[in-house]
């Protein structure tokens, strides 16, 4: 007995940079890859020649890299079964459509779109699905070559045979069946020559080995299309799997007015990969436990039995919670390396890791330690206005105390405070919160302790010194 290794793949087109559409696909192939103990092929269909540009090609692979989402197979890893862009492969399919037209499976169509725009209106009209009325089906050699003399470049269909139910178990929705009347002859090679997308996909799906296939629900009506085509070209077939659709609060598909979906925006903006990977592995996919995973853990768990077939409705909320996850559990050299740009200098060298420490739990975003950067760090800096106000509201002496006890004890905490407490009578949040205000402009934030330990002593006296100017005729 023999068991097949299984092997995913994920087929992007370089027309634009990867959106969280893509990437989700791209993670439940790797995921599905590592929990069986297989490898993550990676193409590039690049047959779209007008909008295919090589710098999409370097960013999706940098993209998925960052991501941690590793292939096994495929451009500058190298493989089996080169080339790994479709734009290389016309000798391929050349071949396979000649031996379909040999067998009178595939002929030439010289329809013009405005005939064939006219014949869909004319049968939806008439209450019929729209497919092709197979015009040049039977043209005989005498008749094409005709039309070749005109100048007419054809395409090339496929015939569909007639009365055929095309079936397969999804690996997402169960079983699936389709008629092939309702098909009816389709195009497999496009008019200038180039392969249509269904036909290339399957071919190369069938010669680089893939065995399980998870892609987007809205491919699955090529599905029936390309394992006629297999089954025809005597191919063997994958076992597909449709994932339902990510949707935004509308319930209609996905839209960049919603937010940033590119990779290249969310990194841009600072997400982190590992909030990016555990968001999207539970996005039209369950796990038994709600928490934090890693790469190998969301493998580990990832069961197609787990895939749903409602659309996954994104939420910016959970994608946020997992960026909040992400940022505490980050190491404190991968943490500082991330924000580092964004602090711009203002963070002395040897507060570094002090200062990672203080503001991780106040941060999600690079622009917030840049933010806190300014406030411990900072010249120039205007004071919240609910600070201002508490700092207007608190008796000018409190802070007249405030730098007396400061001047003793500099930025010693608990003695600090506890001489504070002493000199004023006052305690909690009423001692803590202007002093806090004074300090850093906010009411809330980082650990007071480590703000004190962590702002250097002529800016912490000058700022309880300015904190006393307000009060100071009253």
Same mark, same amino acid.
């Given at each position: 007995?023999?068991?097949?290794? @299984?092997?995913?793949?994920?087929?992007?087109?370089?027309?634009?940079?990867?959106?969280?559409g893509?990437?989700?696909?791209?993670?439940?192939?790797?995921?599905?890859?590592r929990?069986?103990?297989?490898?993550?092929?990676?193409?590039?269909?690049?047959?779209?020649?007008?909008r295919?540009r090589?710098?999409y090609?370097?960013?999706?692979?940098?993209?998925?890299r960052?991501?941690?989402?590793?292939?096994?197979?495929?451009?500058?890893?190298?493989?089996?079964?080169?080339?790994?862009?479709?734009?290389?492969?016309?000798?391929?399919y050349?071949?396979?459509?000649?031996?379909?037209?040999?067998a009178?499976?595939?002929?030439?169509?010289?329809?013009?779109?405005?005939?064939?725009?006219?014949?869909?209106k004319?049968?939806?009209?008439?209450?019929?699905?729209?497919?092709?009325?197979?015009? @040049?089906?039977?043209?005989?050699?005498?008749?094409?070559?005709?039309?070749?003399?005109?100048?007419v470049?054809?395409?090339?269909?496929f015939?569909?045979?007639?009365?055929?139910?095309?079936?397969?178990?999804?690996?997402?929705r169960?079983?699936?069946?389709?008629?092939?009347?309702d098909i009816?002859?389709?195009?497999?090679?496009?008019?200038d020559?180039?392969?249509?997308?269904?036909?290339?996909?399957?071919?190369?799906d069938?010669?680089?080995?893939?065995?399980?296939?998870l892609?987007?629900e809205?491919?699955?009506?090529?599905?029936?299309?390309?394992?006629?085509?297999?089954?025809?070209?005597?191919?063997?077939?994958?076992?597909?799997?449709?994932l339902?659709?990510?949707?935004?609060?509308?319930?209609?598909?996905?839209?960049?007015?919603?937010?940033?979906?590119?990779?290249?925006?969310?990194?841009?903006?600072?997400?982190?990969?590992?909030?990016?990977?555990?968001?999207?592995?539970?996005?039209?996919?369950?796990?038994?436990?709600?928490?934090?995973?890693?790469l190998?853990?969301?493998?580990?768990?990832?069961?197609?039995?787990?895939?749903?077939?409602?659309?996954?409705?994104?939420?910016?909320?959970?994608?946020?919670?997992?960026?909040?996850?992400?940022?505490?559990?980050?190491?404190?050299?991968?943490?500082?390396?991330?924000?580092?740009?964004?602090v711009?200098?203002?963070?002395p060298?040897? @507060?570094?890791?002090?200062?990672?420490?203080?503001?991780?739990?106040?941060?999600?975003?690079?622009?917030?330690a840049?933010?806190?950067?300014?406030?411990?760090?900072?010249?120039?800096?205007?004071?919240?206005?609910?600070s201002q106000?508490l700092?207007?509201?608190?008796?000018?002496?409190?802070?007249?105390h405030?730098?007396?006890?400061?001047?003793?004890?500099?930025a010693?905490?608990?003695?600090?405070?506890?001489?504070?407490?002493?000199?004023?009578?006052?305690?909690?949040?009423?001692?803590?919160?202007?002093?806090?205000?004074a300090l850093?402009?906010?009411?809330?934030?980082?650990?007071?302790?480590?703000?004190?330990?962590?702002?250097?002593?002529?800016?912490?006296?000058?700022?309880?010194?300015?904190?006393?100017?307000?009060?100071?005729?009253?």
């Amino acid at each position: 007995m023999t068991t097949t290794t @299984c092997k995913t793949r994920f087929a992007p087109s370089p027309t634009g940079y990867l959106h969280l559409g893509n990437v989700r696909t791209a993670l439940f192939n790797a995921l599905l890859a590592r929990r069986q103990g297989g490898a993550l092929l990676l193409r590039i269909e690049d047959t779209d020649r007008e909008r295919s540009r090589p710098e999409y090609v370097a960013a999706l692979l940098e993209d998925l890299r960052w991501l941690g989402l590793d292939w096994q197979e495929g451009p500058e890893i190298g493989g089996p079964h080169p080339p790994y862009a479709q734009s290389e492969r016309t000798a391929i399919y050349a071949d396979y459509y000649q031996r379909l037209e040999a067998a009178d499976q595939a002929y030439p169509c010289f329809c013009t779109p405005a005939e064939l725009a006219l014949s869909r209106k004319t049968q939806l009209a008439a209450g019929r699905p729209p497919r092709y009325a197979g015009t @040049c089906a039977r043209l005989g050699a005498a008749q094409q070559q005709a039309w070749r003399e005109r100048g007419v470049q054809p395409t090339l269909r496929f015939r569909t045979p007639p009365g055929q139910a095309v079936q397969f178990t999804d690996l997402a929705r169960g079983p699936q069946q389709f008629a092939s009347d309702d098909i009816g002859d389709f195009i497999i090679r496009r008019a200038d020559g180039g392969p249509q997308f269904f036909f290339a996909n399957a071919v190369d799906d069938a010669l680089m080995g893939i065995t399980h296939l998870l892609r987007g629900e809205d491919h699955l009506s090529n599905t029936p299309r390309q394992l006629l085509l297999l089954a025809a070209l005597d191919l063997p077939a994958p076992q597909y799997g449709h994932l339902a659709l990510i949707v935004g609060a509308d319930s209609g598909p996905l839209s960049k007015r919603e937010g940033h979906f590119s990779v290249r925006e969310l990194r841009a903006a600072g997400y982190r990969p590992e909030a990016l990977l555990n968001y999207l592995a539970r996005l039209g996919h369950s796990y038994e436990h709600d928490h934090w995973m890693t790469l190998t853990e969301l493998a580990d768990g990832f069961a197609l039995e787990r895939l749903g077939r409602a659309p996954a409705r994104y939420d910016e909320a959970q994608l946020l919670r997992w960026q909040s996850e992400a940022v505490q559990r980050a190491a404190p050299e991968s943490l500082w390396a991330w924000l580092e740009a964004a602090v711009d200098g203002d963070v002395p060298t040897a @507060c570094r890791e002090a200062f990672i420490a203080a503001v991780r739990p106040n941060i999600r975003f690079p622009a917030d330690a840049a933010f806190w950067a300014k406030r411990l760090f900072g010249a120039e800096w205007t004071p919240s206005v609910d600070s201002q106000a508490l700092i207007a509201q608190t008796d000018s002496v409190f802070f007249s105390h405030a730098l007396a006890a400061y001047a003793e004890h500099g930025a010693v905490y608990q003695p600090l405070i506890e001489d504070l407490k002493r000199r004023t009578g006052v305690k909690g949040k009423h001692l803590l919160m202007p002093l806090r205000a004074a300090l850093t402009g906010e009411l809330h934030g980082p650990e007071l302790a480590r703000i004190l330990a962590l702002m250097p002593a002529d800016r912490a006296k000058q700022r309880l010194a300015a904190a006393i100017r307000p009060g100071a005729d009253g």
